[in-house]
């Protein structure tokens, strides 16, 4: 394989690459050697002579580069040998700063904060933090029976921390967010159990305040669902950990951050699935309806958002204006397997790769309006592993937002119903020649057939038309009548069902208040529920009125 940019090539026959978050640095594998070269000078900056190298990372501020290789035991490796090493880009040396033993690749790299003060390592049931790159004493600890996985939000001064605790011997498995420093099981910001998960990933907004957990069952237990189960919550630096309530069953395809904007969008459901914007009050704020998607691509401004339907699906994108939430376009990308926006926001690439697709390996360049911008396909013999755009050191001002969709647009943007030749408009008349024999066959004028032509209609047929006329206006009659008296029916249920939560909720919060009397120390949701009391008794005396 060879690694390519506009500025030149930096390797053939590498096995993996990776690129700093400012688009200034590039790591090259070659399953020998591991370079690091700086994009903008066009050299190499560090050569590491690591065989069997099948990973590698790069710190926020391209300081170290971190690389992993399948962990062996052979007779020139012994036990416990580290496969993880951890290297200094910005002072070079001949070994490396710290090293251990990662076995899997879930989770094997160090987790940096966003200006690399701190930096976390999950190892089994601890996980420890440097400070400013030390790696020769550990600054701080976090020691549970279990940790199935750490999470370092984005964000600066306060640093924050979750952790994932998996079940153990039956006992419920539950994420807790940390101010970094106060580590005590007691000094939890925010905390949420579940009752068995099999995997949990936090996805955070921009700013690390809020997050969406995702705690996925391979095994739907219910059988409505071949691919699972997953629920979603929400949890912020506030304290808050509420389940997001889903209107539709059915698998989650995706949840993503507005990048600069407090507010996500879900895709959930059975497929067609249904596409939500929710604020960080957990409600739907917009309904972009149903559709055959799997992936939500917000440009890097968060003024732009993709729908799309890609892998499995027919490659069908839409895009939505983030404000007014209007259609922008609506068009398809067949066989696309990769996507992803430029820096500048307007503009952005898909890609048909192996080894997903091995045959017609290609990538597009396109506009948002679904103009094809540039186009190049690979020869026959070659395969195309990977694209990426080279990152920005900065996110670029917004670009601007086209002209949406008119009515007229959308309405022939959708497939239309097939209808035969002899109902579209100006199409061919429904008429049958009949072959003259010389009689003077019924209905038949100038050899062409029509019904009822020239037939008196009977009295008879006249009274059974009457009659049927009357039996479907009564029939209206009693249906109107019925459809009535249901909706009234179903307006005093709903106000009795919304009551009667109420004073359920108002005689929570008596016992809670008794509680606290008692001197029993009550949680902040628990003390937030409290205040509502004013609020939920005014509701309950507008619906006893």
């Given at each position: 394989a060879v690694v390519s940019t506009q500025s030149g090539h930096y390797g053939r026959g590498c096995s993996t690459v990776c690129m700093s978050q400012n688009g200034e640095v590039i790591a090259v594998c070659d399953g020998e050697k591991t370079r690091v070269y700086n994009i903008r000078a066009d050299k190499v900056i560090l050569e590491l002579d690591r065989p069997r190298t099948m990973l590698v990372a790069l710190s926020p501020y391209n300081t170290h580069v971190i690389t992993w290789k399948q962990y062996v035991v052979d007779e020139n490796t012994p036990a416990n040998t580290p496969n993880v090493e951890v290297w200094s880009i910005s002072e070079p040396q001949d070994t490396p700063v710290y090293s251990y033993v990662k076995r899997s690749q879930v989770q094997?790299?160090?987790?940096?904060?966003?200006?690399?003060?701190?930096?976390?390592r999950l190892c089994n049931a601890e996980v420890q933090f440097f400070l400013n790159n030390d790696f020769t004493k550990v600054e701080s600890r976090i020691q549970r029976d279990k940790i199935g996985g750490v999470f370092v939000p984005p964000g600066t001064n306060p640093y924050h921390v979750a952790l994932y605790v998996p079940s153990i011997k039956g006992s419920h498995a539950f994420v807790q967010l940390y101010c970094y420093g106060a580590f005590e099981k007691t000094a939890a910001i925010a905390n949420r159990s579940f009752a068995k998960v099999d995997s949990v990933d936090i996805k955070f907004n921009k700013t690390g305040k809020y997050g969406i957990i995702m705690a996925a069952n391979d095994v739907d237990k219910s059988g409505t669902s071949y691919y699972g189960q997953t629920l979603l919550y929400f949890i912020s630096t506030r304290g808050e950990s509420n389940q997001i309530i889903l209107d539709k069953n059915g698998p989650v395809y995706s949840a993503q951050w507005n990048p600069s904007r407090?507010?996500?969008i879900i895709l959930y459901g059975f497929m067609p699935c249904?596409?939500?914007v929710y604020n960080t009050k957990c409600d739907v704020i917009?309904?972009?309806g149903e559709n055959h998607y799997n992936e939500i691509l917000f440009n890097p401004q968060g003024n732009m958002v993709g729908l799309c339907g890609f892998g499995n699906l027919r490659g069908k994108m839409k895009f939505y204006d983030t404000t007014t939430k209007k259609m922008l376009s609506e068009f398809t990308a067949s066989d696309t397997t990769y996507f992803e926006w430029a820096p500048s926001g307007?503009?952005?690439?898909?890609?048909t790769l192996s080894p997903r697709l091995r045959q017609d390996n290609e990538f597009k360049i396109w506009n948002v309006k679904g103009k094809i911008l540039h186009h190049h396909r690979?020869?026959?013999?070659?395969?195309?592993?990977?694209?990426k755009w080279v990152n920005s050191p900065t996110v670029l001002p917004a670009p601007p937002i086209p002209a949406p969709l008119t009515s007229k647009e959308i309405a022939a943007a959708k497939p239309q119903a097939y209808r035969p030749p002899s109902s579209r408009s100006g199409g061919p008349q429904a008429t049958r020649k009949l072959i003259d024999h010389g009689s003077n066959l019924p209905n038949?004028?100038?050899g062409v057939y029509k019904p009822h032509s020239g037939n008196q209609v009977s009295k008879q047929a006249l009274k059974n038309q009457r009659k049927r006329e009357n039996r479907a206006a009564n029939k209206a009659t009693d249906a109107a009548t019925t459809d009535s008296k249901d909706f009234q029916a179903a307006v005093v249920d709903e106000r009795e069902k919304k009551l009667k939560n109420l004073k359920k909720k108002y005689t929570q919060i008596q016992k809670l208040k008794a509680q606290q009397d008692s001197g029993k120390v009550l949680e902040k949701n628990q003390i937030d529920k409290i205040s509502t009391e004013k609020e939920l008794l005014e509701e309950i005396a507008k619906l006893e009125v």
């Amino acid at each position: 394989a060879v690694v390519s940019t506009q500025s030149g090539h930096y390797g053939r026959g590498c096995s993996t690459v990776c690129m700093s978050q400012n688009g200034e640095v590039i790591a090259v594998c070659d399953g020998e050697k591991t370079r690091v070269y700086n994009i903008r000078a066009d050299k190499v900056i560090l050569e590491l002579d690591r065989p069997r190298t099948m990973l590698v990372a790069l710190s926020p501020y391209n300081t170290h580069v971190i690389t992993w290789k399948q962990y062996v035991v052979d007779e020139n490796t012994p036990a416990n040998t580290p496969n993880v090493e951890v290297w200094s880009i910005s002072e070079p040396q001949d070994t490396p700063v710290y090293s251990y033993v990662k076995r899997s690749q879930v989770q094997w790299e160090l987790l940096w904060t966003e200006d690399e003060k701190y930096c976390a390592r999950l190892c089994n049931a601890e996980v420890q933090f440097f400070l400013n790159n030390d790696f020769t004493k550990v600054e701080s600890r976090i020691q549970r029976d279990k940790i199935g996985g750490v999470f370092v939000p984005p964000g600066t001064n306060p640093y924050h921390v979750a952790l994932y605790v998996p079940s153990i011997k039956g006992s419920h498995a539950f994420v807790q967010l940390y101010c970094y420093g106060a580590f005590e099981k007691t000094a939890a910001i925010a905390n949420r159990s579940f009752a068995k998960v099999d995997s949990v990933d936090i996805k955070f907004n921009k700013t690390g305040k809020y997050g969406i957990i995702m705690a996925a069952n391979d095994v739907d237990k219910s059988g409505t669902s071949y691919y699972g189960q997953t629920l979603l919550y929400f949890i912020s630096t506030r304290g808050e950990s509420n389940q997001i309530i889903l209107d539709k069953n059915g698998p989650v395809y995706s949840a993503q951050w507005n990048p600069s904007r407090d507010e996500f969008i879900i895709l959930y459901g059975f497929m067609p699935c249904k596409a939500a914007v929710y604020n960080t009050k957990c409600d739907v704020i917009h309904n972009f309806g149903e559709n055959h998607y799997n992936e939500i691509l917000f440009n890097p401004q968060g003024n732009m958002v993709g729908l799309c339907g890609f892998g499995n699906l027919r490659g069908k994108m839409k895009f939505y204006d983030t404000t007014t939430k209007k259609m922008l376009s609506e068009f398809t990308a067949s066989d696309t397997t990769y996507f992803e926006w430029a820096p500048s926001g307007d503009i952005f690439i898909t890609g048909t790769l192996s080894p997903r697709l091995r045959q017609d390996n290609e990538f597009k360049i396109w506009n948002v309006k679904g103009k094809i911008l540039h186009h190049h396909r690979v020869d026959k013999d070659v395969q195309l592993w990977q694209l990426k755009w080279v990152n920005s050191p900065t996110v670029l001002p917004a670009p601007p937002i086209p002209a949406p969709l008119t009515s007229k647009e959308i309405a022939a943007a959708k497939p239309q119903a097939y209808r035969p030749p002899s109902s579209r408009s100006g199409g061919p008349q429904a008429t049958r020649k009949l072959i003259d024999h010389g009689s003077n066959l019924p209905n038949v004028n100038d050899g062409v057939y029509k019904p009822h032509s020239g037939n008196q209609v009977s009295k008879q047929a006249l009274k059974n038309q009457r009659k049927r006329e009357n039996r479907a206006a009564n029939k209206a009659t009693d249906a109107a009548t019925t459809d009535s008296k249901d909706f009234q029916a179903a307006v005093v249920d709903e106000r009795e069902k919304k009551l009667k939560n109420l004073k359920k909720k108002y005689t929570q919060i008596q016992k809670l208040k008794a509680q606290q009397d008692s001197g029993k120390v009550l949680e902040k949701n628990q003390i937030d529920k409290i205040s509502t009391e004013k609020e939920l008794l005014e509701e309950i005396a507008k619906l006893e009125v």
